[in-house]
């Protein structure tokens, strides 16, 4: 593996998201930073191993381990077995902040991936951001924001933060309980006990892997899909009456359907029936 550290030119305007370096570093030397990095700082090990101390806790990172830092937190990593060799992403933005927690990436945090599907995920999206820095053309700014997201996106999907399951394994494991959902949203009498049965799981397991792939828990995605159902009844020419949609969607009686809507989508089902 060849050094490479690639510095793109920064944008004269604020961008969402913005590229500050990228690089692959075979050799790396023990970095030690009292006032921590001035952007995000995600670094990857690719061969040998490396510890990192930071907020009070000290982490191993060996091969297709990573760690993710926000600005100016102080840390010291180096090498413990061998040459160490890394790679690295650092980048910032106007809504950079806003962005990390809307796709649910914590920072600090330790990330590590459980299949070769992810592995490889994340080694061709750091590889495609080196790629886009070292073309700089004159729209590789706008690029290259675009890059650092599909990378967000791509360690939202297939990383797991400190042990947690990845997004891509929720989806995998919660399938199951959704295809369920969307055959039997219209049973009024649905609820937790019947949604966990499904897996087997405890209701308190299942919420876990709820927020973690739709941020949400069991029973709010099963209103959230229930309202989506009632939309496609009120937007489809003539649509029933109110409380014949009420209860085809799974609720009791319409008042509930309709103060669940309104609290939902912030309008009655009269209100978003008359837009369409």
């Known amino acids: 593996m060849d050094k490479k550290h690639c510095i793109p030119a920064l944008p004269e305007t604020p961008l969402p998201l913005y590229l500050e370096s990228v690089g692959l570093n075979p050799e790396q030397e023990r970095i030690s930073r009292p006032q921590g990095y001035p952007v995000y700082h995600w670094l990857l090990t690719v061969r040998g191993e490396g510890v990192i101390t930071f907020a009070g806790r000290q982490e191993r990172l060996p091969v297709q381990t990573a760690v993710l830092l926000p600005p100016h937190l102080p840390h010291v990593y180096e090498g413990t077995a061998g040459d160490w060799a890394t790679a690295y992403v650092t980048f910032d933005g106007a809504q950079a902040e806003g962005i990390l927690a809307s796709l649910g ?53 297939f990383g797991m933060p400190d042990r947690l399951p990845s997004l891509s394994d929720a989806l995998r494991v919660l399938e199951p309980v959704t295809r369920w959902l969307e055959a ?32 949400t828990t069991p029973y709010a995605y099963l209103l959230s899909l229930r309202i989506r159902k009632a939309k496609e009844l009120l937007g489809g020419g003539a649509s029933p009456p109110i409380h014949v949609i009420a209860g085809r969607v799974g609720f009791r009686d319409a008042s509930h359907f309709i103060a669940t809507f309104r609290r939902l989508t912030g309008m009655t089902p009269e209100q978003y029936r008359s837009l369409h």
């Open 184 to 215: 039997h949203y219209g049973d009024p009498g649905i609820g937790m006990p019947e949604i966990a049965s499904v897996l087997g799981h405890s209701p308190r397991h299942l919420t876990t892997l709820f927020r973690r792939a739709y941020g």
């Open 105 to 157: 990436l914590p920072c600090p945090s330790v990330w590590t991936w459980n299949t070769a599907e992810g592995e490889n995920s994340m080694k061709a999206e750091t590889q495609r951001l080196l790629a886009a820095a070292e073309r700089q053309h004159p729209g590789s700014l706008l690029e290259l924001s675009c890059e650092v997201y599909r990378f967000l996106a791509a360690l939202k999907q």
